[in-house]
């Protein structure tokens, strides 16, 4: 017995959108109205059964963005068959436009993702490398998290000589913020979230671990560091705000 093994769901438009599983084109993208009639396959991003659910659905006004998991590769689609294409193959098999290091992020119309190690951007026509981030020419920057923020991308990636440390791309330089960890590894900046103009983050420092850092303006600051022992990783961070944006609630598993 198959199942359809539906998941995904999301709306965009007067439709809604999610993950299908049938024997002749395996798991891919469809759209529905609600009726039986309205309910089909939007895209095989690969032909004949291969796998290719969604991932990073990313609305940018009368289109989304999304990966296609089979090759990895970036597409986009104005919710229409038709309007469905793939935007560029920045990394041919066996390599993939996107890893799981850093999720990508929409940021001033721009949609910010990792290709093998480097960073790029689409403006929903075309795929450029973002040089002002290729911080280690000859090596791969290996960004593990991205933010938007109302000063810049925020960025975390290692330029070799730092380690993996934070940097505020403003849309032609980039800045590094802060040296947590002044070492070779750096302090492998990830789980991003921005609130209230600053973004909180789980970052290492060689006295105290993984612990829960405060990003305000363009200086690091450990004001939220020390929750739980110094010894604790913060793992599958997530933040609550209040929606009088007063304070936030923080749940970390150790």
Not at 6 to 31: H, I, M
Not at 212 to 218: A, G, M, R, S, W
Request: charged share 10%; proline share 5%; aromatic share 16%.
């Amino acid at each position: 017995t198959f199942y359809s093994y539906l998941s995904g769901f999301f709306p965009f438009g007067n439709k809604f959108y999610f993950t299908a599983y049938t024997n002749s084109s395996g798991r891919e993208l469809w759209v529905s109205d609600g009726t039986a009639g309205g309910t089909s396959m939007l895209v095989d991003a690969t032909f004949g059964t291969s796998n290719t659910p969604p991932a990073y659905i990313t609305p940018n006004g009368s289109y989304f963005f999304f990966f296609a998991e089979g090759g990895q590769e970036l597409w986009k689609s104005d919710g229409t068959t038709g309007g469905s294409t793939m935007i560029g193959n920045v990394c041919t098999s066996p390599c993939y436009s996107y890893t799981y290091n850093a999720a990508p992020v929409l940021h001033n119309g721009q949609f910010y993702f990792q290709s093998n190690g480097d960073v790029y951007s689409s403006d929903g026509n075309s795929i450029i490398q973002v040089n002002a981030l290729n911080l280690a020419p000859g090596f791969t920057t290996a960004p593990t998290a991205f933010a938007g923020t109302n000063l810049g991308l925020l960025v975390a990636l290692d330029n070799q000589a730092d380690g993996n440390e934070c940097w505020l791309y403003n849309g032609s330089t980039a800045t590094l913020l802060g040296n947590i960890a002044p070492h070779a590894m750096g302090s492998y900046a990830h789980y991003f979230f921005p609130y209230n103009n600053s973004v909180l983050m789980e970052a290492y420092s060689i006295t105290t671990d993984f612990e829960l850092y405060k990003i305000d303006n363009i200086t690091v600051t450990s004001g939220l560091d020390n929750i739980g022992a110094a010894t604790t990783t913060i793992g599958h961070l997530q933040v609550y705000p209040v929606p009088a944006g007063e304070s936030v609630t923080i749940r970390f598993d150790a």
